[in-house]
Structure formats: C-alpha cells, structure tokens
C-alpha cells in the first residue's frame, strides 16, 4: 500500500526537478531543456508505482468491506469518493498537457497516443510561448489559474475527508498541494501560476504538470492509507470473560413461563465505562461522520469494579417507564465513543398488557410497523391481538425485531389495538391501546449528499444522478427518483432539460460543464415514488459554483 515516506528514487527526481528549474530561470542552454525529459519520464514511472500501490489498497477495501459490509462499508465508500476525486483531478491535468502539445505541434504529433503523451517524440521541446498563452493568457486569464483552483478544490476536499485528527497527514498533503504564491529567484513575489507556468519552454511546463499529477497520486495514496487504518481504529479489546444470566422478568404468575438468556460478557478491567442516562440525540461532525451526545438534564451512574453502571430508580407512580441512555467508552485509537441504548420499558402496576412499538410512537400507511406485546407472566404463544383500521399479524420485519406487524390503512384515523391472553387457562382481554396513523413523511431531494448551497464546478460534474433520502426517519425506506428538471443560465440564456428517471441526461453534464463560478444550477419539479406506491413532489435544490 502506499505510504507517506518519499523513496531515495522520489528525492532524486524531486532534487532533479528543483536544479532543472532553477537552471531554467537562468537561460542555460538547450542540453538543460533536454534534460526535463529524462525528469518527465521519472516522475511518470513513480507516479505509475503510486496507481499500482493504490489500486491494491482499494482492492484491500472491497475485500474487508464484502467480509463486514456494516464495519468495512463506510471507509470503502469514503476511499470511492477519494478514487472519483483523484482521478477527475488527474485527467484534468492529462488535458492540459495534451492541449499544449496540440497547439505546439498540430493534432497529428507523432508525441500524441491516444490520451497518452510520448515524450521523447516531442520535437518543439524548447517552445515557450504556447505553454504560456494556454496557462497564463494574455490578460491572466488563462487555464493556469482554473488548475489552481482545482487543486485547492482536491486538496480541501481531501482535508474535509481526514478531519482534524492526523495533523502530520494534514500538514503532509497541504505542504504537497502547496498553491500559495512563490518567490522568484530575484526575490520577488509572484502568483502560483506565473512562478510555475510563465516563459517556460514546453517540456518544463509538461514536466511540472506531470508532478502535480504525481502529486495527486501521492495524496490520494496517503488519504487511503489513513480511511484503512481507521476501520479496526476502534476495535476495542477485552481481557476478562464472564458468564452472565439476564431473565426475561423477576416476575412470573403461576401458570406462567420462566425465561432467562444465558451468554458471555466481555469486558476491559483496565478502564470503566461512563455511563449516562437521559435523553441523546444523534449528531453530524465536520467531517461527516455520525455520533451522539446527551441533551437535557441526564444522571451519570456509578460504575461498579466490573465496569457495570448501577441504576437505581424509586418505582413511585403507576405506568411505563422508559429509561436510555450512552455508554461511553475509550477506544484505542485513543477517542471516546458513544454507544446509545435504550432499555426495554418496564411498568409498575398490577399486572397488565404491555404494547408497545418498536421503531415510533405512530403507524405508518403502506409500511409494515413492527410492534412487540407481552403479557407479564404468559408466553407469546398464548397472546392474540386484533385490531381497527388495519390489520395486525404474528411476524418480523427485515429491518425490525417486532414480535408483531402491523398494517394501518387510514391516514388521520386512530387504530386501536385489542389483546387477548390466555392467564391460566382463561381468556382475558384487555382494554384497547390507540396509534395515531399518519402517512410516510416525504423524502428530501438532495445532489452529492446535499440540499442545494455552494458546490465546486468539479464536484456537481461527477454527479450522475439525483437522489431522494429520508431524513430523521425511524423506517429504513427507499424512495426512487422518477423525474426532475434542471435549469442553468449560460452567457445570458436559460436553459431547461428534464430527466425521465433520477439520472442526469448527457445535455445536463454537458451544461455543467460549460458554467462558470458564481453561476447557478436549480433541480426542480423533483418527483419521487416510495414503497407506498404515491408519487411526492420533492423540494427544489438551488447550487451555486464555487
């Protein structure tokens, strides 16, 4: 895999790079120009070795994330994106070194295969003023500067990936995207573009493009390097083994059932957990990833010499009680993780039905709602359950472990649920439970993972399709976008295309690729059909290009 050490073979080609410039700046002669090709042709051997390495760290990913899709599947989805990224960032690059050979020697330049370039077939090697009317232009206008800002486009977006939790990899890939301005050899100070591109004759200026591709495979290479490692970051170890018996209930009427789970905790003496009761949320870090704190007014409970919390709680009034909370334990990446809990409610009174489900507190149309009941002291198989408007039956969700299913057909009308149990050889039935019945929120309309607001032109071009995603939603749904319509103004001209399903027509990418910064893009009349079978018009996404 690659790694963030430079080879001897790396400095070598780094120090020849540096005297070979530094000659340039002084007019030497044309044996100086020469020898940027013998530099050119190093830097694309190592950036080769740079591919193969990142290829097999990739290969790496897909293997660790078919082995465990739920540990494994993230970081292999964040390594993807780093894989779009780089690579859009390096055939960008490879266009403009075809361009200038192009401009310099006609479309038919023996140097020109394909999309590669064969630099010993150069024959304008010393030409410099192509180079500079391509990068720098005539009013600074030129290409030069929309390399610059996609290279600072690559380089946040692989910062953005990192966090802020490996500062010598940050500092490593901000030192190597470096694109502040230079000092020339008098002195001065001078832009990115021009230290790098002005008056430079063609094969220095082909030479530093290929660097910078080099430099893209390095970074890309190091940022893998980091996702990998944090997918056992968090692994925790353990050095203690217990058997542990929970029983299903302290109480049980006669004639009722016994049930207890038998099963081995593991546990590190080494630390005590702290654990936390009250209510939590989920929240987004910077960086995108998941995590959860508490919110309100929560009890922290004392943890005893085997690392178990203790909670006590006077039962004082009659009813369900619902208690969760986070235990937060230190991993040996050295960050503390929070695992949320929620107990399963308990209710003080005599004994009585218990209802209660498992995802939400009200029925959803045209999904199936899972629900446990139980009856404290008599066995599942000797419970029944009926229901009004809907219908409720014995079952498990893929997703949900409810004990019962339930299928509600009206929105905005109550469904009560009705149980039966047989208590010692006679039935009981209970007094009703009420849902509130509603229909499946819709879902948001959303392009590269956001909801409109400034976008790089880069980014929005490697989009291929519009997505729709339920958002704070207990039900692990899936909505299919069937149409949308997007609108772009280029040179003064609005422009109208419509999408018969959730990709984006080759007319679209076309206009992406044609705006200019601060230009706007809106996807609108966004249309979605969820597992109910209705169509939802989404919201509007509105991007401005950065």
Sequence with gaps: MAHGKETPRQKMIGMMYLVLTSLLALNVSKEAVEAFKLV????????KINVERNTQVYADFEQKAATNPVKAG????????????????????QALKLEIVRTAEGKNSDAIEGNNIIVENIHKIDENNVPSQILI???MDGKAYDLHHALDDYREFLLQIIGNKNAKLVESIKKTLDTSDK??????????????????????????????????????????????????????????LEPTVIASSNYVMKGGEYQAEVFVAATDTTQKPQVLVGNYKEVTLPDG???????????????????RGIYR??????????????????????????????????????????????????????VDNPVDISVPGVGSDKISASMTNGVIKKGRTKHFRGSWIVRPKTPGKPANIRV?????????????????????????????????????????????????????????????????????????????????????TPK?????????RNSKVIFEDVKAVGPDGVTRKLNPLVFTIQ
């Design 40 to 47: 050119d042709e190093s830097l694309n051997q190592t950036t």
């Design 74 to 93: 993230p970081w292999r989805n964040k390594a993807n994106e780093v894989k779009s990224r780089a690579n859009e960032m390096y055939d960008y690059i």
């Design 137 to 139: 232009g005539a009013n």
């Design 183 to 240: 000092m020339d050899p008098g002195g001065e100070k001078v832009s990115w573009e021009i230290h790098n591109f002005h008056t430079l004759p063609l094969i220095a200026v082909i030479t530093i493009l290929s660097k910078l591709q080099g430099d893209v495979r390095n970074t890309e290479g190091l940022t893998l390097n980091y996702l990998y490692t944090q997918i056992e970051a968090n692994d925790f170890k353990f050095n203690k």
């Design 289 to 307: 990833t998941k995590t959860y704190k508490m919110v309100g007014k929560y009890k922290v409970l004392p943890v005893d010499k085997r690392g």
């Design 313 to 366: 709680v006077p039962a004082n009034s009659i009813g369900e009680k619902k208690w969760g909370g986070i235990i937060r334990i230190k991993a040996p990446s050295g960050d503390t993780v929070p695992y949320p809990f929620k107990a399963p409610p308990y209710v003080v009174a005599a004994p009585n039905v218990v209802v209660s489900p498992t995802a939400m507190n009200v029925f959803y149309v045209g």
């Design 420 to 504: 039966t149990a047989n208590i010692n050889g006679k039935n009981v039935t209970f007094p009703p439970t009420p849902f509130r019945v509603k229909r499946v929120p819709p879902p948001v309309a959303k392009v590269a993972g956001k909801k409109g607001g400034p976008i790089s032109k880069a980014a929005l071009a490697a989009q291929n399709v519009v997505l729709a995603e339920m958002e704070n939603f207990d039900f692990d749904l899936k909505f299919r976008v069937t149409s949308f319509r997007m609108s772009v103004t280029l040179k003064g001209f609005t422009y109208d295309e419509i999408s018969k399903s959730n990709r984006l």
């Design 508 to 516: 679209m990418k076309g206009y992406i690729q044609q705006m200019r």
